[in-house]
Every structure is written in C-alpha cells, then in structure tokens.
C-alpha cells in the first residue's frame, strides 16, 4: 500500500506542470496604515515575515570556537514561506505581516526592526539550533490593526493564522473569521509559541504540528503536563508512533480542533480527524474552487482523482479517522522550509477546490520541492522540477 501511494503523490510531481512565469508576486498586505493594496486576493494569511540567516558549516562544528562555513541571508518567516508557496503555485494570498526599515529592507517603516531568525543548521542541513528576535510582529500586528482587514477576514475562503502572533491578536483573528464560519488553519511556528493554541482552539478547524509541537499544545489544552516528550529512533514503526501520539492528537481534537495535520519529516504526515472520511469534506465545504485556479485543479485530479483514498489506514471508525501518508524521496539541501511549503500546498489545493486527501499529497510533493532548494521557496514552483527522483532523503519541517 505504501508504494501504491507514493506512486500517486511521484505522479503528482511529475505531471503538475504550470507553464507560468517562475517570478510571482507574492500580494502582501503589511503596515501600510491600513489600506488594501489588492482586492483580488483570496486566502487570507497572518503572521510572520522574517529574514532568515541560514549558517551552515562544512565540516562538524565544534562547541566554543568558530566552524568554517557558509552563511546566507534568506526570504522567511512561516507565514510569509506559505504565502509564497501559495503565489507560486496559483492563489493569490492577502498577507498581513510586519517588517521594518533596517538592514533587510523589506518594508519601509521607522519604528519597526524587522523581524530576525538566525538558523543553525548541521552540515546534513537539519536544524542543530535557532534564535528568534520577532518581537516586531507581536508589539505592531495588534488586535485593532487586524480589525482594519475585518472584509478580507470574513470574505476569504480561509485564514491561515501562525504563532507569532500575539495571543490576544490570535483570538481576535479567528473570532473575525469564526464570525462568517471561515475555516481557521493554525501553524505552530515552534514549540514555545504552539501552545498559543489554548486561547484559539474552538476556532481552529486545522492545525499542523510536528510530533514536539503536538506534545505541547496538548499539554497546554490539558492544563498539565501529562504527554511526555516522544523520543524514538530510526527503527520506529510508524503504527507504533501513531498509537504514540494518538492520545495528545485525540485530545486536540476534544478540544474543538476539527483536523490535525501532523508532519513527521522522513516519515510523512498523519492526517487526522473525529468521524470518517466524510468529516473531512464537511470540515472545509465552504471553500470553493477559484478560476484562477482552475489549470491546478484539473492536473492534479488527472493524477490524484478525488475518490482516491489510497493512503495507509491507522484507525478509521466512527470515532476517529486517521491515516498515513509517506514523505517522497529527495535529494536534500536544507531542510528549513519543508514544513511551511507542506502547508502552502495544502492550503493552495484546498482553495483551488481540491478535497483534503488531495491537498496532503500536494503538500508532501511541495515539500520535497524545498528541501531540494537553496531557499526557504523554491524559485520556481512548477514542480516539474522534482519530475525524477533520485535516492532518499529526509523531509522535515
């Protein structure tokens, strides 16, 4: 069954071919005292835009002292990694972020010094070590500055809100949004900030965290600390890490969240729910397929129909739905933007009205494109680029 469906998600990669110009513009609403510079847009995002600084060394570093090395300064942030991620792939995003005038130039705003993370990465290109200075984002994307995007909010298919966000400036994103019953997708961002998610949870119809992020917005949904950390090694079947992880997914799901997304890096992706299959329609039946998106959704039902539900089941009865999903072989470079790019394909394929199994496998062959790129982003998002693949290699988040 699992090389079943990997066929289908290497179809995927190999025949969605979108002859379009690889520079898209990514339509960003940042603080611009508050007017809407693009009334087209359709999925509405919030949070993070960030310069990433990537510093990768070439030999095993060393504690205390300097490690010879490459750094490079790269586009990032979660919210703004997905929203490029979305562009290239068709949608227009409406993107609502904070950034400053400083040494990354993004955004020409005195007060504000753009938001920084400077990457530590291991010579396989896998996270070692990270610091954040975001701050910007939490003191200027107030409650009263989103409340200027209210029409955007409750007239877009889907809001898609990340934990940078401050938590007061979360719940009145998604009590906007639960105002006209617009899905919530909710982005972890990290462990820290995931467990933002204790204020918000009644909003959120999808949620998309690592196996850490997971742990920890249980533990902050249940009040206590009762789900301890998962340690597992490479030998670690993916049935016993699902039964693992079942009570803290269970649990989010008890407190409102109607879909969890759960990203396993090399091991794929659990897609879980309350209910069967059918729950997952119902879930996002208010999102309707968009013209602009119309060349997408026809390429990917040519490969992936929308009756296939050809990923590995672990448990499906009336009470939860949930079932695997394999990672692709890659070639990797980094690993830092295979999550955002996970979530900006699922979210471009539910807004071109593609059902949520289909999204999944659009996500997966998105994050393969990443992890085989330079940047958080591949330039270029034809995904005719990752038509062969050769070996295999870690996707993560």
């Not at 490029?84 to 007060?111: H, N, W, Y």
């Not at 490479?234 to 693992?244: A, I, P």
Request: one cysteine or more.
């Amino acid at each position: 069954m699992e090389s079943s469906v990997q066929r289908r998600m290497e179809a995927i990669s190999r025949h969605l071919v979108l002859p379009r110009e690889p520079n898209i513009v990514l339509h960003q609403v940042l603080l611009n005292g508050g007017k809407v510079k693009n009334d087209e847009a359709e999925a509405v995002i919030i949070g993070g835009m960030v310069l990433d600084i990537h510093a990768i060394p070439s030999i095993p570093a060393n504690p205390r002292t300097t490690t010879p090395g490459k750094v490079r300064y790269v586009l990032g942030g979660v919210a703004r990694n997905v929203a490029e991620c979305m562009s290239k792939l068709g949608t227009k995003p409406f993107m609502i972020s904070a950034v400053g005038l400083d040494m990354a130039g993004i955004r020409k705003q005195q007060d504000i010094g753009t938001p920084v993370v400077c990457n530590i990465l291991d010579v396989s290109g896998e996270l070692a070590a990270a610091v954040a200075n975001v701050e910007a984002i939490e003191k200027f994307l107030t409650p009263e500055w989103i409340q200027q995007f209210k029409y955007n909010i409750c007239s877009a298919p889907i809001l898609m809100v990340d934990a940078n966000l401050n938590p007061p400036s979360l719940e009145a994103s998604c009590h906007l949004a639960a105002e006209s019953s617009i899905p919530v997708w909710f982005e972890p961002v990290s462990v820290a900030k995931s467990r933002r998610v204790a204020s918000v949870a009644k909003y959120v119809t999808v949620a998309s965290p690592n196996e850490d992020e997971l742990i920890a917005m249980a533990n902050a949904l249940s009040g206590a600390n009762v789900f301890p950390p998962i340690e597992r090694g490479n030998d670690y079947l993916t049935e016993s890490l699902f039964q693992k992880l079942k009570p803290a997914i269970w649990l989010l799901l008890e407190k409102g969240i109607r879909i969890v997304v759960v990203t396993l890096g090399s091991d794929g992706v659990f897609l879980c729910s309350k209910g069967g299959s059918s729950f997952l329609r119902t879930c996002l039946d208010r999102v309707k397929p968009y013209g602009s998106c119309g060349q997408f959704y026809k390429i990917v039902t040519s490969s992936c129909p929308p009756h296939w539900y050809g990923a590995t089941d672990l448990e499906r009865n009336p009470h939860l739905f949930a079932v695997h999903f394999p990672a692709l072989p890659a070639s990797v470079v980094r690993l830092t933007g295979a999550g955002d790019c996970l979530v900006g394909g699922m979210l471009a394929s539910i807004c071109a009205g593609l059902n949520v199994m289909q999204s999944v496998a659009v996500g997966i062959a998105a994050a393969k494109a990443a992890v085989e790129a330079e940047t958080n982003v591949p330039t270029s998002f034809s995904l005719d680029t990752i038509a062969e693949f050769g070996g295999t290699g870690p996707l993560s988040r």
